[in-house]
Each structure stands twice: as structure tokens, then as C-alpha cells.
């Protein structure tokens, strides 16, 4: 897969969805859904989406023990989904079990990628709460590295982090970014942001997309400058 722009579906209703995305016509956009949508209207959702020709990141975040988290990616692989994510915090063994069931799902496996840190967690909620006393970007790119080595296809990190993880993780591994705003557009509560042209030259290689795209008057147009600044 190359570069795309995904748009977050952050919809608390598939109808809602279904109308949003229905304003596209024949494009049918890389879609993220996550837990807000995927846990009230369930593996339907998914299943209609891919019946309308989107790819779809399904944004659930898994974190538990091995072997729960195993089988409950075997469920997920048989949703054919394109791509997939687990927290880093869970290990390398959480991973590699992560990876493993999706392998058991005999289907084209989706990507499977893992989240650093989010970015609701500053230095210093890591450091008081999570007893975490690196500096952030210190454990950024270490769960990067152990994301890499326990086989993971990349990372959902900030854009800002996207040139740093490349240069240690090489340019295969990828790097999903949200925080992503137009350079006349609004910041929202998002903090650390860039533009999808910074990204582009950032090195990411999907931008996640909501708010920007979505709270537009008009979305597709939205999607479209998207597209022509993050891939020109
Ligand atoms: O509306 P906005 O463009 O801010 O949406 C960004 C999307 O990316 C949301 O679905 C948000 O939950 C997600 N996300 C994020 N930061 C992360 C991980 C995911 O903003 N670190």
C-alpha cells in the first residue's frame, strides 16, 4: 500500500456514517473506524463498508494479556480489514501473540501496527501516573524499535515523530499520524499538529484525518485538498 489519507469516522451511528461517506459518490475513501462505532453497531459495520469498496483501519487499541489478545485478532482477521492496532505497552510477547492470530485468521492478514504513546499523555502524566521517567521521545522511539523487532508492519505516532521513527526503524516500517490541520483551518483540541503537506514531507506514510475533513461544509473537497497536499 502507498500513501494515503484516511479519514476518522468518529460517527457514534453506521447510518450516520453511511449519509457522511454517501456525499463521496464513486471515490470511496481509506476509512478509520473505531471503538465508538465498532462497539455499538459491531462487525456489521465493517462488513458493509468493504461491501462499498473502503479500506478500513479498525482503530480498537488492543491491550491485554497474550493470549486473549491473540484470539480476539484471529476474530478481527476474519473481517478483512487493512489495517489494525495493539498498545506497545503490552509487550513484545502481547505483539508477537497479536501477529500470530491474525495469521490464524487465513486471510490476506491486515497491517498490524502498534501505538507509542497517545497523545492525550504529556511528560508529565507518563512521569506521576504511568511511573514512566524517560523523556517522551526517548519512549516513543523504544516502543517503536520493540514494536519492529516483534515483526509489527509501523506505528500510529505524531507526524513530528514520523522523520525520527524512519531513521530508526527504516523507511518500510510505517508511520500512521493523526493531529492533522490545514494551515487557515481550526486546531480543535489537538495540540501538536501539522499540515498534510509537512507530513508528506515529514516522511508518514498515512495521514488519520477527522475533524478537518468532516466538520466541513464541504467534506469531499476537504478530502480532495487533502489528498493533493499530503500526495500531490
Ligand atoms: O478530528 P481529528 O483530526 O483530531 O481526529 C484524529 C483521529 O485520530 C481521532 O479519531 C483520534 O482519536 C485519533 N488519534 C489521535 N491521536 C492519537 C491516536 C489516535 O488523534 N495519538
Redesign the pocket.
Known sequence: MGKDVII?C?FSSGEETLKFLDRFGDIRPFV?I?MELFYSEGPDIIRTLKGRGHKIFL?LKLHDIPNTVKKAMKAIGSLSVDICNVHAAGTGKMMKAALEGLTEAHTTRPLLIA?TQ???TDQETMEKELLIREPMKKVVSSYALNAKASGLDGV?C?PLEAAEVHALCGDDFLTVT???RFADGDR???KRVMTPADAKASGSDYI?????I?ASDDPVEAYERCVREFIG
Open positions: 476518522a468518529d478509520k473505531g482503530d501505538v497517545l497523545t492525550s500510529v505524531s493523526p493531529g492533522i480543535g483540541d489537538q488519520v484525518v477527522g475533524r478537518p468532516t
